[in-house]
C-alpha cells in the first residue's frame, strides 16, 4: 500500500517549536525510488485555500513560503524514506492542517492524510 504518513503535530505556544515528519512506504517509494520524488508540505487553515509551505528536490534544493522563510527548514533522508519539517518561532497564523506531498514527473503525485498544527496561548 502506497502511503505518506504525517506525525508531529500538536498544540504549541506562540514562539514554540514543533517538529513535522513524514514517512513514505510503498512499491513506488521502494529502493531509490523516493529520492526521485520532490517533497514538500503544504497546510491549509480553515476558510483558506491550501498552501506550499516549503519542498525539497532529489538533490537537496529547498523553496520556502515568504511567511515561513528564515523560521521553517525542511529537510529528507532518502535513506529512511522520510521528509521533516522543523518549524520554529510559531505564529498563531501558522494554525494549519499539515500536509506531505510527493511528487514524481512519470509516477504522479501522493498525499498524505495530514496532522493538525494549533499555535495558541
Known amino acids: 500500500q502506497v502511503q505518506l504518513v504525517e506525525s508531529g503535530g500538536g498544540l504549541v505556544q506562540p514562539g514554540g517549536s514543533l517538529r513535522l515528519s513524514c514517512a513514505a512506504s510503498?512499491?513506488?517509494?521502494?529502493?531509490?525510488?523516493?529520492?526521485?520524488?520532490?517533497m514538500g508540505w503544504y497546510r491549509q487553515a480553515p476558510g483558506k485555500q491550501r498552501e506550499l509551505v516549503a519542498s525539497?528536490?532529489?538533490?537537496?534544493?529547498?523553496n520556502y513560503a515568504d511567511s515561513v522563510k528564515g523560521r521553517f527548514t525542511i529537510s529528507r533522508d532518502n535513506t529512511k524514506n522520510t521528509v521533516s519539517l522543523q518549524m520554529n518561532s510559531l505564529k498563531p497564523e501558522d494554525t494549519a492542517v499539515y500536509y506531505c506531498?510527493?511528487?514524481?514527473?512519470?509516477?504522479?503525485?501522493?498525499w498524505g492524510q495530514g496532522t493538525q498544527v494549533t499555535v495558541s496561548s
Open positions: 506531498k510527493a511528487v514524481q514527473s512519470v509516477l504522479g503525485s501522493v
Open positions: 510503498g512499491s513506488i517509494f521502494s529502493g531509490s525510488m523516493f529520492r526521485s520524488y520532490v
Open positions: 525539497i528536490t532529489s538533490g537537496g534544493s529547498t
